[in-house]
């Protein structure tokens, strides 16, 4: 499995419902979550369930919120007509107030 074919993998695990092989591909996509979400030319296919759950995962593999904000417009942009109005439910994923500490401190050191 590699980050290039782990969402097809799952989702036709979603589809069959082999929930052994889901099980293993949802845990190599909670620790290679943002490889996931830079590479997986289909990961806008994935399901909203399927991205809420990577998501609410405490242990979710990144290195910082902006991961889970590309991830929100990766999956928002497959489908943006019908997918738009979800946002504001999936950004109550992300710890905002971590993202803007750190966008913050990124601002205030260009003005210097």
């Known amino acids: 499995m590699s980050p ?9 695990a979603w589809r069959i419902e082999r929930l052994g092989i889901l099980d293993r591909c949802y845990r190599y996509m ?15 296919e994935l ?10 995962q405490k242990s979710l593999n990144i290195s910082g919120e902006r991961t889970v904000w590309s991830a929100i417009v990766k999956w928002t942009e497959f489908g943006p007509h019908e ?4 946002v504001p439910e ?16 990124k601002f205030c050191r260009t003005l210097q």
Do not use: I
């Open 4 to 12: 290039y074919n782990c969402v097809a993998v799952f989702l036709t």
């Open 30 to 44: 909670v620790v290679h979550f943002e490889e996931v979400v830079q590479c997986c030319s289909d990961f806008g």
């Open 47 to 56: 399901p909203l369930e399927a991205l809420q759950k990577f998501l609410e």
């Open 83 to 86: 997918r738009v109005h979800l």
């Open 90 to 105: 999936l950004l109550k994923w992300m710890n905002l107030r971590t993202w803007m500490r750190h966008w913050w401190k």
